[in-house]
């Protein structure tokens, strides 16, 4: 059975960190992109990073460049999202997500993501 389990959010004031870990089960995460969503409330869910795991390609978002870093551990079996420099507009709940090809430059095309988790709070105090 394939899934994907986030852990690591929290609630932080602003300029704080946290890491977001995504572990896979069931599936090999040799030939996939994985990436992070985010959706606050009232609001539509949105691309936040992602990592080709082949090679360790990596795309962002604008508004989290500089501040967010997506890697991955040794054995490509976990994802994670260091979050840095928060800001309140971060909070959301963050979701990792898993497509089984390349996505490129269209990496926040959610269609392409066939396995997602269950998502991890993240809420950011001013």
């Known amino acids: 059975q394939v899934q994907l389990v986030e852990s690591g959010g929290g609630s932080v004031q602003a300029g704080g960190s946290l890491r977001l870990s995504c572990a896979a089960f069931?599936?090999?995460?040799?030939?996939?992109?994985v990436a992070w969503f985010r959706q606050a409330p009232g609001k539509e869910r949105e691309g936040v990073a992602s990592?080709?795991?082949?090679?360790?390609?990596?795309y962002y978002a604008d508004s989290v460049k500089g501040r967010f870093t997506i890697a991955q551990d040794n054995n490509k079996s976990t994802v994670y999202l260091q979050m840095n420099s928060l800001k309140p507009e971060d909070t959301a709940m963050y979701y990792c997500?898993?497509?089984?090809?390349?996505?490129?430059?269209?990496?926040?095309?959610?269609?392409?993501?066939?396995?997602w988790g269950q998502g991890t709070q993240v809420t950011v105090s001013s």
């Open positions: 990592i080709y795991t082949p090679n360790g390609i990596t």
């Open positions: 997500a898993a497509a089984f090809l390349y996505s490129g430059p269209r990496w926040q095309r959610e269609a392409d993501y066939r396995y």
């Open positions: 069931g599936y090999s995460n040799s030939y996939t992109t």
